[in-house]
């Protein structure tokens, strides 16, 4: 189907276009001078902006469905302005096989919202002992490599991973935690949580698993990618990483970039997350490290879970938070609105900088561009309704929050996987 | 007060307004029957997803002696981990008309989100390291029947620091009372964000005990402490038990208190517990009294 968007406003990663009538016909963008088509929308003050790119989803297929489907996930990727969603294969069994990784590609296939793109384990069973089968598994469609979820406490299979990676041309990501210094802790360590009597989990298990990491990089070569940072100390060390030339990119959340561990407070299981909510000073400088580019690319770090088990005792509710659905116009109207943050740079954020690290270009809107776009409205103010996610995690720590920059129309490839427009 | 979760937000008149109660609630128990029917006809339900048989028995006799029907429900929350979720019985319970829920859990904050599920009142019965506050509440009150006025008394608490709700409920009670709170341990159980409520942290035994008005002394017990914190009791008593000696350094006649259950000859030495300056039988005593003015107060301030 033909379709043209008249008098949105262009931006895309490199900054704001000015307005155009853009006609999508087979699959791309066929000019930006308008043109016949079979469906015209009105944008007028509307963005039009490329698609995002998330790194980091759990759609818990297979073996979790009752948290998440292949439906439900990228049907609520859609409605974010995702068009593409890296699925994280801390699955049941951990997508480990190349079969498996082939399978869930197909099953993914089948559903009309965003694209799905795979992770694969680094290592068999994600158990961090021996390395999974990383040719075959990329040979299946694995775009990056991680044992996200665990950490990886023997270096030594981590520096093989990366080697063997960097030959594949693919990146490792690591969810880099010491597992000593975590202990059991459920929340991130300071004054206020050992008030509340929670076990903590310090800023120092980040940064100096963060930084042993970095020495591997430096030894192994190949690239590494740090996901959801959350702590001041560990975006310093990427930063000087960075300048010392090494091929190190890095991801944050929207939870991490818009909440703290003063969430807390209420004791609410909802705000359990790894790594951990931490403090203002460490928001403040993920927001300045994502400002900078030492942070590459927002990832959701989608978490979902049944409303029975996030609502179970702090201690044994299980980590994660959901948010595919809303991270656009949370970080639309907490960054770019209320603290002058470069709509620019979100945008780069959310396409290019995640397409770099899994080695795609970046996206810009001009004619012969794949139609993976998404338009969104940056004057509807209207609350997070979880009631209404497509998610099957129907609760959210931003039930209530008033947000701009809403999602109407997402298109992959041109085909209209989600449309609020009417 | 619609419940008690914690001391977060209160106020030293309202602590002061419940030992007033708690003192008529001593006589009503110094009486041959000591059973007044105020909250006849209530029904309060202990619900304990860890087991504790003392302070079970506290609130169940607290409730019947002012007449409330008393229901109880146990189950470790590991087993109910499968089947039916934390919420789901405490839904249940909630629908038989339960006017107040007793509830004890090994995880922090259990009792905080009971209250956001039930209409009724929810008192924290002790919820993992975070807060234990009828327990503070009887301490406070027995050491103010000790002392006096709590403004300016140093009160030393001294034990696993880190991992204790008796611990955490006191530096925040005494510190709303005006007391100078120190808690004191080995280094591994202290807190290491710099503490909580204001109270002073120290790894040194001789000054946190120096000058004490008072001294807490905290159940230690090896086996319940993670993470391989403590090598040994011996290694314990070496720096941290209170013996006569050390005991010494406090205010003559200071007294000693412990939340029970103790551990003889490991945190305390043994005839310091039966001695003059013990006063470990008092605080089960008042224990009881405290809990059924919290109740009282609880049931019958929501009624008015």
């Not at chain 2, 956001?116 to 406070?140: F, K, M, S």
């Amino acid at each position: 189907m033909s379709l043209l968007i008249k008098g949105a406003r262009l931006w895309d990663a490199s900054g704001e276009h000015g307005t155009a009538d853009v006609l999508v016909a087979d699959g791309r963008i066929a000019s930006l001078e308008g043109g016949e088509a079979e469906r015209v929308i009105e944008a007028r003050g509307r963005y039009l902006l490329p698609g995002f790119l998330d790194l980091h989803a759990h759609l818990r297929t297979p073996g979790e469905e009752q948290k998440e489907s292949l439906e439900t996930g990228l049907r609520a990727a859609a409605a974010g302005g995702f068009v593409e969603v890296v699925m994280m294969p801390n699955t049941r069994p951990p997508l480990d096989l190349p079969e498996a990784v082939s399978g869930v590609l197909r099953q993914a296939a089948r559903v009309r919202g965003a694209r799905a793109r795979a992770a694969a384990a680094l290592t068999k069973g994600q158990e961090g002992k021996e390395l999974a089968e990383l040719r075959l598994l990329a040979e299946a469609g694995a775009v990056l490599f991680t044992d996200d979820g665990r950490t990886h406490e023997d270096a030594g299979v981590l520096a093989a991973g990366l080697r063997y990676a960097a030959a594949l041309g693919r990146p490792v990501a690591v969810h880099a935690e010491d597992a000593g210094l975590r202990g059991d802790g459920v929340a991130h360590e300071c004054a206020l949580t050992e008030a509340l009597g929670l076990p903590g989990n310090p800023a120092e298990a980040e940064s100096a698993r963060v930084a042993r990491d970095l020495e591997l990089l430096r030894m192994t070569g190949g690239h590494l990618h740090f996901q959801h940072l959350s702590t001041k100390s560990a975006v310093r060390l990427v930063a000087e990483a960075k300048r010392r030339g090494r091929r190190v990119t890095a991801e944050v959340t929207p939870h991490h970039l818009t909440l703290t561990v003063d969430a807390l407070k209420t004791l609410d299981p909802l705000f359990k997350v790894a790594p951990p909510l931490r403090e203002e000073a460490d928001r403040e400088a993920l927001i300045e490290a994502l400002a900078e580019g030492v942070v590459d690319a927002v990832a959701t770090d989608h978490a979902p879970h049944t409303q029975a088990e996030k609502e179970a005792d702090f201690l044994r509710a299980p980590f994660g938070i959901p948010s595919l659905e809303i991270a656009f116009p949370l970080l639309f109207t907490e960054l770019v609105e209320k603290r002058g943050f470069p709509l620019a740079r979100l945008v780069a954020a959310m396409t290019d900088g995640p397409r770099a690290v899994i080695g795609e270009g970046p996206r810009r809107l001009v004619p012969g561009a794949p139609a993976d776009l998404v338009l969104v409205d940056p004057r509807e103010r209207r609350p997070v309704d979880p009631s209404r996610f497509f998610s099957k995690a129907k609760y959210s720590p931003w039930a209530g929050w008033e947000l701009l920059g809403w999602p109407v129309l997402t298109l992959v490839g041109g085909e209209v996987v989600f449309d609020r427009l009417g | 007060m619609r419940h008690l979760l914690d001391f977060s937000g209160w106020e030293r008149a309202e602590v002061e307004a419940l030992f007033q109660t708690a003192r008529a609630m001593k006589e009503v128990l110094a009486r041959p029957i000591k059973q007044v029917p105020a909250l006849k006809g209530r029904t309060v339900a202990t619900v304990f997803f860890e087991p504790s048989t003392r302070t079970r028995i506290s609130f169940e006799l607290a409730a019947k002696r002012l007449g409330a029907d008393v229901v109880s429900f146990s189950a470790q929350s590991s087993s109910l981990k499968k089947g039916e979720s934390l919420k789901d019985t405490v839904l249940t319970l909630a629908a038989y008309g339960v006017d107040a829920f007793v509830v004890r859990a090994d995880a922090a904050g259990v009792p905080h989100q009971v209250s956001r599920w039930v209409e009724a009142a929810v008192i924290n019965a002790g919820d993992g390291w975070r807060a234990h506050p009828t327990q503070a509440l009887l301490d406070a009150f027995t050491l103010t029947e000790a002392l006096g006025e709590l403004e300016g008394k140093k009160i030393a608490i001294v034990g696993d620091i880190l991992h204790s709700r008796v611990a955490r409920s006191n530096a925040e009670l005494l510190g709303i009372l005006g007391a100078r709170v120190w808690l004191a341990g080995p280094p591994p159980l202290l807190p290491r964000r710099g503490g909580f409520f204001g109270a002073r942290v120290s790894a040194d035994l001789e000054e946190a005990l120096s000058d004490a008005d008072a001294v807490m002394v905290l159940r230690i017990q090896k086996e319940r402490i993670p993470g391989g914190l403590l090598a040994s009791e011996a290694d314990y008593r070496a720096g941290y038990q209170i013996t006569e000696e050390r005991l010494s350094l406090a205010k003559p006649e200071a007294p000693v208190l412990h939340p029970g259950p103790m551990n003889r000859d490991v945190e305390l030495e043994g005839p310091l517990a039966d001695g003059p300056r013990s006063l470990v039988l008092a605080q089960v005593e008042n224990g009881q009294a405290v809990r059924m003015a919290v109740l009282y107060h609880l049931l019958l301030g929501r009624a008015a």
